[in-house]
Antibody, heavy 125, light 111 residues
Framework: QVQQQQWGAGLLKPSETLSLTCDVY????????WTWIRQPPGKGLEWIGE???????KYNTSLKSRVTILLDMSKNQVSLKLTSVTAADTAVYYC???????????????????WGQGTLVTVSS | QSVLTQPPSVSGAPGQRVTISCTGS?????????VHWYQQLPGTAPKLLMF???NRPSGVPDRFSGSKSGTSVSLAITGLQAEDEADYYC???????????FGGGTQLTVL
């Protein structure tokens, strides 16, 4: 399956804004939730937030005040902005496509597939 | 501290069977929410391994299987191979957090 392609700045100073972009494609936009997930070095996965085809967003409450996820259907891109970064935001950031359905069968909880290749963002003074 | 609890590590010899558990609570797995599994090979992005507790995406070998009982789910890998050495994560939804949540991950070592 094709991997989402993503890009953005990899080195930031504290208080700067993290900005990443991901190409989205394959299938109807209305079927999917475009999602960002991060993974601090050596640690587990954390869901950041998502946007659907109508532009509705949902964010992790721990990051909500600093996060913006936008979908630009004209460019087939989804973007992530995280303001006022600190060293705690150092992580590999992944974009991923969320869906509830496989073929004609749908489930109650969405899963994420495929994922982007990941972008390491390091916050350091 | 992850909402979903996984053992930090498991190991097995080639050809053996290993299981990885994922335990939650009444606000996630115990509420009947489905669980999905991901495999993360070293230095790569996670890849969907199992969805809806027991379903394998196309291309995933049938050596991988999932089960669910109450507030706990398990991933079983039979006929262990060296290429299975990876980190494995479970994922579900938590109604108290209103968020998609992951387990802390389990590192599988093939001896």
């Amino acid at each position: 399956q094709v991997q989402q392609q993503q890009w953005g700045a990899g080195l930031l100073k504290p208080s700067e804004t993290l900005s990443l972009t991901c190409d989205v494609y394959e299938g109807s936009f209305s079927d999917y939730y475009w999602t960002w997930i991060r993974q601090p070095p050596g640690k587990g996965l954390e869901w950041i937030g998502e946007v659907n085809h109508s532009g509705s967003t949902k964010y992790n409450t721990s990051l909500k005040s600093r996060v913006t996820i936008l979908l630009d259907m004209s460019k087939n891109q989804v973007s992530l902005k995280l303001t006022s970064v600190t060293a705690a935001d150092t992580a590999v950031y992944y974009c991923a496509r969320g869906t509830y359905c496989s073929g004609t069968r749908c489930y109650g909880i969405k899963w994420f597939d495929p994922w982007g290749q990941g972008t390491l963002v390091t916050v350091s003074s | 501290q992850s909402v979903l609890t996984q053992p930090p590590s498991v190991s097995g010899a080639p050809g053996q069977r290993v299981t990885i558990s994922c335990t939650g609570s009444s606000s996630n797995i115990g509420s009947g929410y489905d669980v999905h599994w991901y495999q993360q090979l070293p230095g790569t992005a996670p890849k969907l391994l199992m969805f809806g507790n027991t379903n394998r995406p196309s291309g995933v070998p049938d050596r991988f299987s999932g089960s669910k009982s109450g507030t706990s789910v398990s991933l079983a890998i039979t006929g262990l191979q060296a290429e299975d050495e990876a980190d494995y994560y479970c994922q579900s939804y938590d109604s108290s957090l209103d968020a998609w949540v992951f387990g802390g991950g389990t590192q599988l070592t093939v001896l």
